[in-house]
């Protein structure tokens, strides 16, 4: 079957660095994803890899291994307004998205 | 502003009745689907479309159906709810044509209880 493992719950300080996992075991691969979910909110999209290696945009980065299957998701200088669940996604070979149930990461002062 | 609603925002249903989520995208994407989220697991897909006039069954699509007689509209029913169609009920779109078209643009979602 397919599947996706992500930790439930993350507890990380403002102002310090997080690194959310992600591993996944899919039938064939087209890109994983990662979203971000504000409590009572809509997912909205984070980052996008396709290729082995790291991807950075600002704050935020995504790392894929496909030897591995395996993902982070780096989180910097965090903010309170980080708090949210952050939803791991992986495109399997009929162009589908298979999800992580979601980690949600408590940013304390 | 561009994008996807949904409606309605939260609604209390009794066991049995039928009902209908609508969903509307004024981005002219071509593809749409539907999911439900549940506690502790992940977005699960009900429907999806790939363009006007096509449907497909995800991974959870009994006691659901939809249609997509245009670009712009993909309306949910549910012809005789049940308590475990308890759920938030997310509309989403993608433009499925071009590379990463796993970047979904989500409305905000319908929070649905059947009693």
């Known amino acids: 079957g397919q599947n996706i493992d992500q930790p439930t719950e993350m507890t990380a300080t403002e102002g310090a660095i997080v690194q959310i996992n992600c591993t996944y075991q899919?039938?064939?691969?087209?890109?994983l994803f990662w979203y971000q979910q504000h409590a009572g909110e809509a997912p909205t999209f984070l980052s996008y890899n396709v290729l082995d290696g790291l991807e950075e945009k600002g704050r935020f980065s995504s790392f894929l291994s496909r030897s591995k299957g395996y993902s982070y998701l780096l989180l910097k200088e965090l903010q309170m307004k980080d708090s949210a669940s952050y939803l791991c996604?992986?495109?399997?070979?009929?162009?589908?998205?298979?999800w992580g149930a979601g980690t949600k990461l408590i940013i304390k002062p | 502003i561009a994008g996807i609603t949904q409606a309605p925002t939260s609604q209390i249903l009794a066991a049995g009745r039928r009902m209908t989520l609508r969903c509307t995208q004024d981005?002219?994407?071509?593809?749409m689907y539907w999911y439900r989220q549940d506690l502790g697991l992940g977005l699960r897909l009900i429907h999806y479309?790939?363009?006007?006039?096509?449907?497909g069954k995800g991974e959870v699509p009994d006691g659901y159906s939809v249609s997509r007689a245009n670009t712009d509209d993909f309306p949910l029913t549910l012809a005789s709810a049940v308590p475990s169609q308890t759920s938030v009920y997310f509309c989403?779109?993608?433009?499925?044509?071009?590379?990463?078209?796993?970047?979904?643009?989500f409305g905000e979602g319908s929070r649905l209880t059947v009693l």
């Open positions: 899919t039938s064939g691969f087209n890109g």
């Open positions: 989403a779109s993608s433009d499925s044509d071009r590379e990463g078209a796993g970047e979904l643009f």
């Open positions: 479309s790939n363009t006007a006039g096509t449907t």
């Open positions: 996604a992986v495109m399997d070979s009929n162009y589908q998205l298979i």
């Open positions: 981005m002219r994407h071509n593809a």
